[in-house]
């Protein structure tokens, strides 16, 4: 079975860090491009990151870079997000999601069932 | 890229045609996707390449359009069905989503 676990996430104050992970299984997780989307209490999905199969190459939302940092342990099949100086804006369900294998095309096919990252002031 | 959905909720019952409308704030081609969410679960992905169903999904859903406009369509409206539908574009990054509609069965 596909399967995208997310971890890591929980309570840290504005300015603190966490170390988000996503655990793939049921594939071959190093032929897929992998993406971060979020959702704040209520609101819609957002975007945040993407990085290629080998981890080499990463895109983000405006807003974030230079504080989140998306990478991959393809020998481990796992997925990370590192998230520093939080905000309280930054306060929503992280899910990681695969990417169709489908040439140019950047939607995503398997999602996992998230992880909460709550910031306080 | 901005996306419009209408509209936010919508009340229909059991047996009902649905159409949801997602507007682009600028044209682009037909590199859309649609998601349905359940409550308190991710996203599923429905259509890609806005008419294209993915496998495994009921074909009482169906998607259309091209340029800015795009619909989707649940052509009789099921219990399971009650869920919130997101469009997304992926005609280059930042990848945006539709605000989102929420169905609601009557």
């Known amino acids: 079975e596909v399967q995208l676990v997310e971890s890591g996430g929980g309570l840290v104050q504005a300015g603190g860090s966490l170390r988000l992970s996503c655990a793939a299984s049921g594939f071959t997780f190093s032929k897929y491009w992998m993406h971060w989307v979020r959702q704040a209490p209520g609101e819609g999905l957002v975007w945040v990151a993407r990085?290629?199969?080998?981890?080499?190459?990463?895109t983000y939302l405006d807003s974030v870079r230079g504080r989140f940092t998306i990478s991959r342990d393809n020998a481990k099949n796992t997925l990370h997000l590192q998230v520093n100086s939080l905000r309280a804006e930054d306060s929503a369900v992280y899910y990681c999601a695969r990417e169709t294998t489908m040439t140019v095309s950047y939607f995503m096919d398997v999602w996992g069932k998230g992880t909460t990252v709550t910031v306080s002031s | 890229i901005q996306l419009t959905q209408s509209p936010s909720t919508l009340s229909a019952s059991v047996g009902d045609r649905v159409t949801i409308t997602c507007r682009a704030s600028?044209?682009?081609?037909?590199?859309l996707a649609w998601y349905q969410q359940q409550p308190g679960k991710a996203p599923k992905l429905l259509i890609y390449?806005?008419?294209t169903l993915e496998s495994g999904v009921p074909s009482r859903f169906s998607g259309s359009g091209s340029g800015t406009d795009f619909t989707l369509t649940i052509s009789s409206l099921q219990p399971d069905d009650s869920a919130t539908y997101y469009c997304?574009?992926?005609?280059?990054?930042?990848?945006?989503f539709g605000g989102g509609t929420k169905v609601e069965i009557k």
């Open positions: 990085i290629n199969s080998d981890g080499r190459s990463s």
């Open positions: 997304q574009h992926y005609n280059g990054f930042p990848l945006t």
């Open positions: 600028q044209s682009m081609s037909d590199w």
């Open positions: 390449r806005a008419s």
